[in-house]
T-cell receptor
Framework: EDQVTQSPEALRLQEGESSSLNCSYT??????LFWYRQDPGKGPEFLFT???AGEEKEKERLKATLTKKESFLHITAPKPEDSATYLC???????????FGKGTRLHILP | DSGVTQTPKHLITATGQRVTLRCSPR?????VYWYQQSLDQGLQFLIQ???????AKGNILERFSAQQFPDLHSELNLSSLELGDSALYFC?????????????FGPGTRLTVL
């Protein structure tokens, strides 16, 4: 069964304390993976698309990486404004359904 | 502001009723996606339309239906509502048909079924 699993479910960090969020998937022949940021009560905001293993993309304090089985979202020296839920999503090959993980709730303490 | 608009912002209704949610995509985008987000299930893909045609279908209940009109706006119809249908409903738009295109999400409609 196609699945997208994110860990941890929640993460509390001190401002400046770097960490990584994980997204693992069981999809054969992955053709792409998305990362989104979602603030409470708002729609998700696109961050990155990764297409192949070994690919990396960066945006400010965020860096996304992709392997054949998982993706990581690395957060370097986070600030309180980075607090949000981070979602990853994978389109399925056979029918283009999009499966989202349940997200990681990140809280950065000042 | 993503450029995607959704109305209404909030909707409160009773079980057994029918409601219609509306979405206007970003200018130039031909695809519209509908999602349901509840606390226990997370974000669930419902359906995608591209240029007026249904393109991909997710876990959309038979009580739910959608369409995309010639002006590209879309409506999601929810009927015979149950308590469990209470959720945030998002639409998103993208320029092309491929699910690998960047999607821009609207602010959502919060549906409460009493």
């Amino acid at each position: 069964e196609d699945q997208v699993t994110q860990s941890p479910e929640a993460l509390r960090l001190q401002e400046g304390e770097s960490s990584s969020l994980n997204c693992s998937y069981t999809v054969s022949g992955l053709r792409g993976l998305f990362w989104y940021r979602q603030d409470p009560g708002k729609g998700p905001e696109f961050l990155f698309t990764l297409y192949s293993a070994g690919e990396e993309k960066e945006k400010e304090r965020l860096k996304a990486t992709l392997t054949k089985k998982e993706s990581f979202l690395h957060i370097t020296a986070p600030k309180p404004e980075d607090s949000a839920t981070y979602l990853c999503a994978v389109p399925m090959n056979r029918d283009d359904k999009i499966i989202f993980g349940k997200g990681t709730r990140l809280h950065i303490l000042p | 502001d993503s450029g995607v608009t959704q109305t209404p912002k909030h909707l409160i209704t009773a079980t057994g009723q029918r409601v219609t949610l509306r979405c206007s995509p970003r200018s130039g985008d031909l695809s519209v996606y509908w999602y349901q987000q509840s606390l226990d299930q997370g974000l669930q893909f419902l359906i995608q339309y591209y240029n007026g045609e249904e393109r991909a279908k997710g876990n959309i209940l038979e009580r739910f239906s959608a369409q995309q009109f010639p002006d590209l706006h879309s409506e999601l119809n929810l009927s015979s509502l149950e308590l469990g249908d209470s959720a945030l409903y998002f639409c998103a738009s993208s320029v092309g048909a491929s699910p690998y295109n960047e999607q821009f999400f609207g602010p959502g409609t919060r549906l409460t079924v009493l």
